[in-house]
């Protein structure tokens, strides 16, 4: 529930709130990588890189598809 209301976010717009959905998400479920990923892209529309390449590389590394989040790097 917590990685969908982070997408409605997205959505609208609102990163920073998305970002504190998406991080709840992974609190709650740490193999998550959608929600992994969608925080990496929030943090990387606010400019915030390194926190973005850390998202991406946690979503790379519990996942089974990694594709989309090393294609991010």
């Given at each position: 529930m917590l990685?969908?209301?982070?997408?409605?976010?997205?959505?609208?717009?609102?990163?920073?709130?998305?970002?504190?959905?998406?991080?709840k998400a992974v609190e709650a479920d740490p193999a998550m990588v959608d929600a992994w990923h969608n925080l990496?892209?929030?943090?990387?529309?606010?400019?915030q890189g390194d926190r973005a390449v850390a998202a991406y590389e946690k979503a790379v590394?519990?996942?089974?598809?990694?594709?989309?989040?090393?294609?991010?790097l």
């Open positions: 990685a969908v209301l982070g997408v409605l976010h997205t959505e609208a717009e609102r990163c920073p709130k998305a970002v504190k959905a998406f991080q990496g892209m929030c943090y990387d529309t606010m400019g590394s519990v996942g089974t598809d990694p594709a989309e989040s090393l294609y991010s």
